[in-house]
């Protein structure tokens, strides 16, 4: 059992609203196993409310972090680098806000920086902080993109997401294989046909 998770804050920081107790968040989900049809007092089930609650700690962690802060510290010295940045397929692990299962998928994220880079991994603990919230995968896709391009100021970014929805493939409509593609053009991504074109060929697409 991993023991090491930070007990999530009283409020949350991303959103003002205010936390039930532990005890009832696991109350909450010993009705959820009542109403499934199952004996939450039976050995294999005792233990379960605590670790859902403990694993939605993990899951909506994004809820106390903030993404802009990830993004603060910069290099400026980049010697006239001046090419596509990018970094791609990061692996996305986040959850439906409408039912409240995975989705799973990729990121492709790519910048043309105006003097200023930042740290690569901090990409990826951006798409992160804003995937472990209940999401759609339009807002996710904006909000990666639109943060990255109000704190770096770079002269353009790209964000594309394909990704799985499992409330299509072990629920309702019941479509495997089926990938969500999403994207947020900015700037030189936006305007330049040429740099577009780069992106895409860069993640291995040759349109949209
Ligand atoms: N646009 C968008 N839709 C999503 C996303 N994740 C899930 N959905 C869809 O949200 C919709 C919710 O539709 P509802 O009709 O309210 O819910 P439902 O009765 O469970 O719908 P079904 O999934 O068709 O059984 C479904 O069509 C889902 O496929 C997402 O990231 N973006
Ligand atoms: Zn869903």
Redesign the pocket.
């Known amino acids: 059992m991993n023991r090491i998770l930070k007990k999530s804050a009283m409020v949350s920081m991303a959103t003002g609203v205010s936390r039930p107790s532990r005890e009832e968040a696991e109350a909450a989900v010993r009705t959820l196993i009542l109403w499934a049809g199952d004996d939450p007092d039976r050995e294999g089930l005792v233990g379960t409310p605590d670790r859902v609650v403990r694993s939605y700690e993990e899951f909506f962690a994004g809820y106390d972090e903030d993404p802009r802060e990830m993004l603060q510290r910069t290099f400026e010295e980049v010697e006239g680098y001046d090419e596509v940045v990018m970094l791609r397929d990061i692996r996305l692990e986040s959850h439906?806000?409408?039912?409240m299962v995975p989705?799973i998928g990729k990121v492709h994220i790519g910048y043309l920086p105006d003097r200023r880079v930042v740290g690569i991994s901090k990409l990826a603990r951006v798409v992160d902080a804003y995937a472990r919230r209940l999401?759609?995968?339009?807002?996710?896709t904006a909000q990666i993109a639109n943060t990255l391009q109000d704190v770096l100021q770079p002269r353009g970014v790209a964000v594309v997401i394909e990704?799985a929805?499992q409330?299509?493939t072990t629920?309702?409509?019941h479509k495997s294989d089926v990938a969500?593609v999403?994207s947020r053009m900015l700037g030189a991504f936006r305007n330049n046909g040429e740099t577009r074109r780069e992106f895409l060929t860069m993640i291995g697409r040759s349109s949209l």
Not at 96 to 99: A, G, L, M, P, Y
Not at 135 to 140: A, D, T, V
């Open positions: 439906c806000e409408h039912h989705i999401q759609i995968q339009e807002k996710l990704a929805h409330c299509m629920r309702g409509v969500m999403t």
